[in-house]
């Protein structure tokens, strides 16, 4: 890779990790479906001018129902689940367990369509798991009594993003990226729209957080996913891939930095360990063979 291309991919780590932060720091004063809502359709409002642009607007009719499934399923109740984690989880720790999509993936590929894990994909799998287990034992990342309950709903939304990317290359494989980011997103806020009416905060959330719910619509989705996609196209999917290894990285060191979250050894280790069974899971180390190319892109 050339240097710009170090520096875009740092850059990009920086704005996804980044993203757990401030969904943690934000969904207080906002609430989950609020703070979802808004950040998707300020996403849209970024992303959706470059897609004019490109000749990509019809694109957004081709595959309505799909896309529908998509945008709901797979889009808006993920991030409405890690919303809910937010609340109860560091931000450290919402990043470490994201990143465990690949190793739900693996299993549907496995169970459902039948693929060969491999001898080295198996063991990712057990070590990856087996990391998540240690992280949750007696767990201080935990910021309420609900942890156990907010590390469910993150597991539960890796897994919806495993059955999504699997869902989006079966049904979604012919639409372009950016029309698949632009039209997922906008048909998630709009059916969260009705819930994030309802749940509004009483009391009016601080300049602060909406400075935060801005960083996440513009930087880390609106931005993030137009870097994303530049990544793609001049170093490839594997390269671009690793991404997912340095946001948890910036989590826990901003999440320590900016709200003052302890780094425990035991938090640092335990997502050591689900690093490294993912990265065995995609098939990057020791094989390093080439993944399927990603659907939407988990950015918190």
Do not use: C
């Not at 287990?133 to 939304?157: D, H, N, P, Y």
């Amino acid at each position: 890779m050339q240097k710009r291309d170090v520096g875009e991919l740092l850059l990009l780590s920086v704005l996804w990790g980044a993203a757990y932060l401030f969904m943690r720091a934000a969904v207080p004063a906002f609430g989950p479906a609020a703070l979802i809502a808004l950040r998707m359709a300020i996403a849209v409002a970024v992303l959706l001018p470059w897609l004019a642009w490109r000749g990509g607007l019809g694109q957004l009719n081709a595959h309505p129902v799909a896309l529908g499934v998509q945008a709901v399923v797979f889009t808006a109740v993920p991030f409405l689940l890690l919303g809910f984690a937010a609340q109860h989880l560091t931000a450290g720790l919402l990043a470490v367990l994201s990143a465990t999509a690949p190793l739900f993936a693996a299993l549907l590929s496995h169970f459902v369509h039948h693929e060969r894990l491999g001898r080295w994909r198996s063991v990712g799998l057990l070590i990856g798991f087996g990391g998540v287990a240690l992280l949750t034992a007696g767990s201080v990342s935990f910021k309420s009594t609900q942890g156990l309950l907010g590390v469910g709903a993150v597991l539960l939304t890796a897994t919806l993003w495993g059955v999504g990317a699997d869902y989006t290359r079966r049904r979604l494989a012919g639409m372009d990226n950016l029309a698949l980011t632009v039209g997922s997103l906008a048909v998630a806020s709009l059916a969260l729209a009705p819930l994030a009416v309802a749940t509004w905060p009483a009391a009016p959330p601080p300049p602060r957080a909406w400075v935060e719910m801005a960083f996440l619509g513009v930087a880390s989705s609106g931005l993030g996913f137009l870097l994303y996609y530049r990544l793609l196209r001049r170093v490839g999917a594997v390269r671009a891939m690793s991404v997912t290894f340095l946001n948890p990285v910036v989590a826990l060191v901003a999440g320590a930095l900016y709200l003052g979250e302890a780094i425990q050894g035991r938090t640092v280790l335990g997502a050591a360990v689900v690093l490294v069974g993912t990265a065995l899971s995609l098939g990057l180390w020791p094989a390093r063979a080439q993944p399927a190319a990603p659907g939407l892109p988990e950015d918190g």
